[in-house]
C-alpha cells in the first residue's frame, strides 16, 4: 500500500481485506472497516457514503500503520484502544485481559440473583469491566475490585473515572488485600487456561494478553482450588459467589463447591455459545 497512490475508501477495504485475510484475521472487511473508522474519524455509515472518496494523506499513513500491526496479530482493540463491553466502553492494553462477550454471563446472573447488593467483590478485575458495569447497574452497592498486578489497576481506575462510578481499588492476591471483611457478592473471572494449551490459542491472545491473565495451572483450575473455599469466609450469610470458567471445567468446579461445607443452591449458566461459563453457589 502506497501513500502516493490514490486510494479510495472502497478500494482500501477490498484490498484490507484480501491482505489480512491472507495474514489470517477472521473478519478481515468488518476490521477493515473499524480501522478505517479509527484513521478517518467517520462512523461505518460514513464509510459506505464516502465509498469512492480518496483518502487524505495523513489518514492513510495513519491507516496503513493500523494494519501492519493488525497483519502481525496484535489484536484489534489494542490498535483502537478500546473494547465495548455491555454496553460500555473500555480502555484496554497488554496490561489487562481484553474483555469478552462471554463474560456478559457474569453480569447477567449476578443482576438476576442478587439485585440488590450492598457490598460486591470482584477479584482480578483487570481493566474493570466486571466491577464497573456492576458498579453502574447496581448503584447503591460498594464495589471493591482487586487485583495483583498494578499496571492492570491502573487501566481500571481510568475506566472508572472516565464511566463516572466510585469503586475501591484495592492491590493484592485473592482476599489479602480484604482481610476482615465480608461481601454479600464475590464475582471472578481468574486465569482458566491450563498452562500447556497456552500455546495452541491465537496469536492476539497468546502474544498480546497477560499471561498471568491467562495461566490457570497445570488444569486450569490452580485459582479456583484456592478461591472457593476461602471466600466462604468472604461472603456475608446468603451472599452469592459466581465465578467465570472455561469450556469443559463445569463439573470440576461444581466439585470444589460440593466438597467445600457451607454452599447451598449450585448452578451453572451458558453463554450465548451454549458453553456453560458461569458457575456459583450461595453462602447457607
Same mark, same amino acid.
Given at each position: 500500500?502506497? &501513500?502516493?497512490?490514490?486510494?479510495? @475508501?472502497l478500494?482500501l477495504?477490498?484490498w @484490507?481485506?484480501? $491482505?489480512?485475510?491472507?495474514?489470517? &484475521? ?6 477493515? !472497516? ?5 484513521? @478517518?474519524g ?5 464509510? $459506505?457514503?464516502n ?6 494523506p495523513?489518514e ?6 493500523? &494494519?501492519?500491526r ?6 484489534l482493540?489494542?490498535i483502537?484502544? @478500546? ?6 466502553e ?5 496490561? &489487562?485481559l481484553?474483555?469478552?462477550?462471554d463474560? +456478559? ?6 443482576? /438476576?440473583?442478587?439485585?440488590?447488593? /450492598? ?7 483487570g481493566?474493570?469491566? *466486571?466491577? #464497573?458495569?456492576?458498579? /453502574?447497574?447496581?448503584p447503591?452497592?460498594? =464495589?471493591?475490585? *482487586? ?7 491502573? =487501566? ?13 481499588f ?11 471483611r465480608?461481601?454479600?457478592?464475590? *464475582?471472578?473471572n481468574?486465569?482458566y487456561?491450563?498452562?500447556?494449551e497456552i500455546?495452541?490459542? +491465537?496469536?492476539? *491472545?497468546?502474544? $498480546?494478553?497477560?499471561?498471568? %491473565? ?8 490452580? #485459582? ?7 471466600a466462604?469466609y ?8 459466581l465465578?467465570?470458567i472455561?469450556?469443559?471445567q463445569?463439573p ?8 467445600? %461445607?457451607? $454452599?447451598g443452591?449450585?448452578? !451453572?449458566?451458558t ?10 453457589? /450461595?453462602?447457607l
Amino acid at each position: 500500500m502506497s &501513500v502516493e497512490e490514490s486510494w479510495t @475508501t472502497l478500494k482500501l477495504i477490498d484490498w @484490507t481485506r484480501e $491482505y489480512l485475510a491472507g495474514k489470517g &484475521v477472521k473478519n478481515a472487511r468488518r476490521e477493515a !472497516e473499524w480501522l478505517l473508522c479509527a484513521a @478517518t474519524g467517520l462512523d461505518r455509515v460514513g464509510l $459506505y457514503l464516502n465509498f469512492e472518496k480518496p483518502l487524505l494523506p495523513d489518514e492513510l499513513t495513519a491507516y496503513r500503520e493500523m &494494519v501492519i500491526r493488525r497483519s502481525k496479530r496484535e489484536p484489534l482493540q489494542h490498535i483502537l484502544g @478500546t473494547q465495548e463491553f455491555y454496553g460500555l466502553e473500555f480502555e484496554v492494553s497488554t496490561d &489487562v485481559l481484553i474483555p469478552r462477550h462471554d463474560t +456478559e454471563t457474569l453480569i447477567e446472573k449476578a443482576l /438476576q440473583l442478587k439485585p440488590d447488593p /450492598q457490598s460486591i467483590l470482584d477479584i482480578g478485575t483487570g481493566s474493570g469491566c *466486571v466491577a #464497573i458495569t456492576l458498579a /453502574q447497574k447496581m448503584p447503591d452497592a460498594k =464495589v471493591t475490585a *482487586v487485583d495483583i498486578s498494578e499496571p492492570a489497576l491502573s =487501566v481500571a481506575k481510568r475506566n472508572a473515572l472516565r464511566l463516572g462510578v466510585e469503586i475501591e481499588f484495592l492491590q493484592g492476591s485473592l482476599f489479602e488485600a480484604v482481610s476482615g471483611r465480608t461481601f454479600d457478592l464475590i *464475582v471472578s473471572n481468574p486465569p482458566y487456561i491450563p498452562t500447556s494449551e497456552i500455546e495452541t490459542l +491465537e496469536p492476539e *491472545v497468546r502474544e $498480546y494478553d497477560p499471561r498471568i %491473565a491467562l495461566d490457570g495451572g497445570l488444569d486450569g483450575l490452580r #485459582i479456583y482450588a484456592k478461591l472457593v473455599p476461602e471466600a466462604f469466609y468472604y461472603l456475608n450469610r446468603e451472599g452469592w459467589l459466581l465465578l467465570e470458567i472455561g469450556a469443559g471445567q463445569a463439573p470440576e468446579l461444581k466439585s470444589i463447591f460440593s466438597q467445600t %461445607a457451607g $454452599y447451598g443452591r449450585m448452578f !451453572e449458566a451458558t453463554d450465548t455459545s451454549g458453553i456453560i461459563r458461569v458457575v456459583g453457589a /450461595q453462602r447457607l
